[in-house]
């Protein structure tokens, strides 16, 4: 099968001779500006796209925290959720979305999120997704007995056909007061028959927890785990679907490398036996305690994404449990959100993509849900 792959490199830095007026010099950290208004930018003033850093942007659709499709985002940035920055050297991309605020679809929860083009089908795929991200910040406020709250993901494969569940969501959660957050990783159900409501997701940790280890209370919070990952502490994955299997692979430097292997032709949960003891526990109180059909994603075009699902949103937690973070919202207000703390950041270094030539237009996925 013929594919394409798309790689990422780091562009350097521009130093300049002269220093006439300054502040905040010794910032590590800086936003890479434009002013977009000039029509003589010098070479110090030329911004720094997102699709400079990661030059794969022409198989993606950029989702933006407000709700709205971007489109191709070569070229393009948005100060509120889509820009980038360099940090010790080198070019990040900031994915940024508020715990409240309009969102995209169904969905309940604010994302910036690219979702790729084409999708492609399990069982004859041959596709393949690699990102280098740090998480910089998850919400500051939730009820610590909702397993979503404080919690953002960062990659995903997703359903462009009939029920349209996920055989795969990448979390990072951490609690507040907490040094060291969990990454772990959910596969969803794929329903059997036309009732989708019994979906629920089952979910294996890589370093930390996994979703269902949650507070006592709505403020107190379990021990934090010692093997977790930091803010600002950057971890790598790699997705490979290929012929029906799902590989994924996670790395970050001082940790432990963990793989995963999951089937995505046929189901281990076709019978209410086969349901986990952690969705027993989890979702079966909630009325989510369906069964999966037997081919689970066979058949079914498929898609992945990347950047920042933010989890955390400001639903009462009386309408579902796991899903509904009661945290602050400002009722919406951008700049009260950013201001406290009430937010999911994430930063991508590099990513890279393979697509299948035989792989088929997702315009449906945009068109349905814009």
């Not at 925290?65 to 920055?85: H, L, M, P, R, W």
């Not at 898609?303 to 400002?330: I, M, R």
Request: hydrophobic share 30%; net charge negative; aromatic share 12%.
């Amino acid at each position: 099968m013929n594919k394409k792959t798309i790689t990422s490199q780091a562009l350097p830095l521009i130093f300049g001779m002269l220093l006439i007026l300054s502040s905040c010099n010794d910032t590590k950290t800086k936003t890479n500006t434009s002013t977009s208004n000039s029509t003589d930018l010098t070479d110090t003033q030329k911004p720094v796209y997102a699709s400079d850093v990661i030059p794969f942007f022409d198989d993606w659709k950029l989702i933006l925290g407000d709700g709205s499709n971007a489109g191709i985002a070569n070229n393009f940035e948005n100060k509120d959720y889509f820009y980038t920055v360099n940090d010790d050297n080198n070019d990040w991309i900031v994915f940024k979305s508020p715990n409240g605020g309009d969102t995209h679809g169904t969905s309940n929860n604010t994302r910036t999120e690219l979702a790729q083009i084409k999708k492609w089908y399990p069982a004859t795929a041959d596709d393949k997704l690699t990102a280098t991200l740090k998480v910089m910040n998850v919400s500051t406020t939730g009820d610590a007995r909702v397993a979503a709250s404080y919690a953002v993901v960062v990659g995903q494969i997703h359903s462009a056909d009939k029920h349209e569940n996920e055989p795969l969501k990448i979390f990072y959660k951490k609690f507040p007061g907490h040094t060291k957050g969990s990454v772990f990783w959910h596969y969803e159900i794929n329903t059997a028959g036309d009732d989708n409501s019994g979906r629920w997701d089952f979910s294996s940790a890589v370093w930390g927890n996994d979703f269902s280890v949650v507070g006592t209370d709505e403020s107190s919070y379990p021990e934090e785990p010692k093997d977790g990952i930091a803010l600002g502490e950057a971890f790598s994955y790699e997705i490979v679907v290929k012929d029906g299997i799902m590989n994924l692979k996670f790395t970050s430097e001082g940790h432990d490398t963990k793989t995963f292997t999951k089937n995505l032709l046929k189901s281990e949960y076709t019978t209410t036996a086969d349901i986990p003891e952690q969705t027993q526990k989890l979702f079966v109180p909630i009325g989510q305690d369906g069964v999966e059909r037997e081919n689970a994603y066979t058949g079914e075009g498929c898609f992945f994404k990347l950047g920042c699902y933010n989890q955390t949103n400001g639903k009462s937690p009386e309408v579902n449990k796991n899903w509904c973070s009661g945290a602050e919202t400002h009722d919406g207000d951008l700049k009260k959100q950013y201001a406290d703390g009430n937010y999911a950041e994430v930063w991508f270094k590099t990513a890279s993509i393979t697509v299948s030539e035989d792989a088929v237009s997702n315009e449906g996925y945009f068109t349905k849900n814009d």
